[in-house]
């Protein structure tokens, strides 16, 4: 497993053996600065995906299950009992911290669970926590393996010479190391192809423009940077053939919660006759919620009226309003990319499939 991580090309998190660690690039200073920050407190994890220093539904859960980690291996508790509490104490910080990404609850449960298991089996703290770190290292090397899964299927939707369309950051800054969308781009681009790739500045915290843009130039991918305004224009002029992003969470019957911005790229994509795809791992979508019941995050009002906390662009006393993702219902969405396979329409139908949750329900 070390091997898969080790042939990354770009690594932003991992957790540090000798020094009992979690390190992380911090993505709010891309992409003038490649800084790393490192922790042996939960506390100060869950501050880094509250402030965005981590950011990316996949990244956010790892990240999550490591500081679970750190929450045990630091806790000095005497019993395994005095063990659990602090770890539950633990879940419910880190899970407070961003409530649209699915991956975050999903990784904190599978933790919890796993340190229960070990409990139930032992009276020896060292042992549940070395449980606990094992089950985090496993979330970490089991997303780095599940998105080259989803980029080797969702290449093959990819033919030589597409120009494709990507909105937000949904590559290896987003993950353990490989990416979800720009997972399928990766994978297209080492199998030969020729791929062009036109990448959305994503306001208000431009992650298209700082991230993808920087992670695409550091592999040779010929990348071209447009506002998100100008998603209709191109599109009208022939100048896109394919849209693949990412997601934050799923429901079962196949709405897409996604970067704020998403749901009118789909409906320009719809309108222009432009295949919509979504690259997500299993764990993004959310097993228990149908509909557009999805929450969505709202954020500090002032990433509208600045750029990135430097520049002011409004007058003093603008109300505005910040939304961090949106909604886009599964009729404009075409397929969705997975480790498992892509899922097409009705979602209804194969997403159940997809995780194993038998016919569906009434």
């Given at each position: 497993?070390?091997?898969i ?21 911090d ?13 042996t ?35 000095g508790?005497?019993?395994?009992e ?21 991956n ?66 949904a ?29 959305t ?5 431009l ?25 209709g ?38 309108r ?15 097993p ?25 662009i ?49």
């Open positions: 497993m070390e091997d991580a080790s042939r990354l090309k770009v690594k932003p998190l991992w957790f540090d053996d000798a020094e009992r660690k979690f390190v992380w690039l993505t709010r200073l891309l992409p003038w600065e490649e800084v790393y920050r490192s922790t407190d939960y506390r100060r994890v869950a501050r880094a995906i509250k402030d965005m220093e981590i950011r990316g539904a996949p990244a956010i859960g790892v990240s999550a299950a490591f500081g679970m980690a750190l929450a045990a291996i630091y806790s508790a005497g019993t395994v005095e063990l659990l509490k602090k770890l539950e104490e633990a879940k419910r910080v880190l899970a407070s911290t961003r409530p649209t990404a699915y975050l609850f999903w990784a904190l449960e599978r933790v919890w669970r796993r340190a229960v298991e070990a409990a139930s089996g032992t009276s020896k703290v060292s042992e549940v926590v070395e449980a606990v770190l094992a089950e985090a290292k496993e979330i970490y090397y089991e997303d780095i393996r599940q998105n080259m899964a989803i980029g080797r299927y969702g290449a093959e939707l990819i033919e030589d010479g597409d120009t494709i369309l990507t909105h937000c950051n590559g290896a800054l987003a993950t353990a190391g490989y990416g979800t969308a720009l997972g399928v781009i990766r994978a297209a681009v080492e199998q030969g192809k020729r791929i062009k790739v036109f990448a500045e994503t306001r208000p915290l992650q298209g423009a700082r991230l993808t843009v920087w992670e695409l130039m550091k592999e040779g991918v010929d990348v071209t940077l447009i506002t998100d305004n100008m998603v224009y191109v599109m009208s002029k022939g100048m896109i053939d394919k849209v693949v992003v990412g997601a934050d969470r799923i429901t079962v019957d196949g709405y897409v919660a996604n970067k704020i911005g998403t749901y009118m790229i789909a409906l320009a994509a719809n222009h006759g432009i295949p919509f795809y979504v690259a997500a791992p299993t764990s993004t979508f959310d228990n919620l149908r509909g557009p019941s999805i929450p969505i995050e709202e954020r500090d009002p002032s990433e509208v009226y600045t750029v990135l906390g430097r520049l002011r409004a007058p003093e006393g603008v109300k505005a309003y910040n939304p961090a993702f949106d909604i886009t219902p599964p009729e404009l969405v075409t397929a969705i990319i997975t480790e498992k396979g892509v899922v097409t329409p009705p979602y209804v139908e194969s997403i159940p499939r997809l995780l194993g949750l038998g016919a569906r329900r009434g």
